[in-house]
């Protein structure tokens, strides 16, 4: 079986990225009590005009399995990053497609993306209580807590920065 490959979304993608991310979302119990974050995520336009949204399709049928939402300092999206980092929001997989590679091949290619753009850091906030899944991924690819970036964008939304320092 061919693993998920990487790349930008198009226009033809925007309804399945963000059918799947509001899907994704919602299993994992982050849309509970939210105030219209659902739309947001499902503005996947408005996304890839302030950035870069990829997507990680499947290697042999081309179905798209997650996306993830890569910025710059300055973008509307970006939440956390300073001057020489990047940030990546969004990061997505189908509920129906989780366990195939698909969400750390997304963080694998921000970084990668990172890396060749020159930054020194990515940097992710994630909900406190995330899934576990996603924790440990962002664990073994090297991410740590930075509770300087924590910060709450709604009462009751806890989120907590996590950084990971590239090599030049």
Avoid: N
Wanted: glycine share 14%; charged share 20%.
């Amino acid at each position: 079986m061919t693993g998920p490959t990487v790349r930008p979304a198009t226009p033809a993608d925007h309804a399945a990225v963000a059918r799947l991310t509001v899907a994704a979302y919602e299993a994992d119990g982050q849309l509970k009590g939210e105030h219209g974050y659902a739309a947001v995520l499902a503005d996947v336009d408005t996304r890839a005009g302030a950035g870069a949204v990829l997507v990680a399709v499947d290697g042999a049928t081309g179905a798209v399995l997650g996306s993830v939402t890569f910025v710059l300092p300055g973008s509307p999206f970006a939440e956390l990053c300073g001057f020489g980092e990047a940030e990546f929001r969004m990061l997505a997989v189908d509920p129906v497609a989780q366990g195939r590679g698909a969400g750390e091949a997304l963080v694998r290619a921000c970084v990668d993306r990172a890396v060749a753009l020159g930054c020194t850091a990515v940097v992710i906030c994630v909900r406190g209580g995330m899934a576990e899944a996603a924790r440990r991924l962002y664990e073994r690819l090297g991410f740590e807590r930075a509770p300087e970036r924590d910060w709450s964008p709604a009462p009751g939304v806890e989120l907590l920065g996590l950084r990971l320092a590239l090599s030049g």
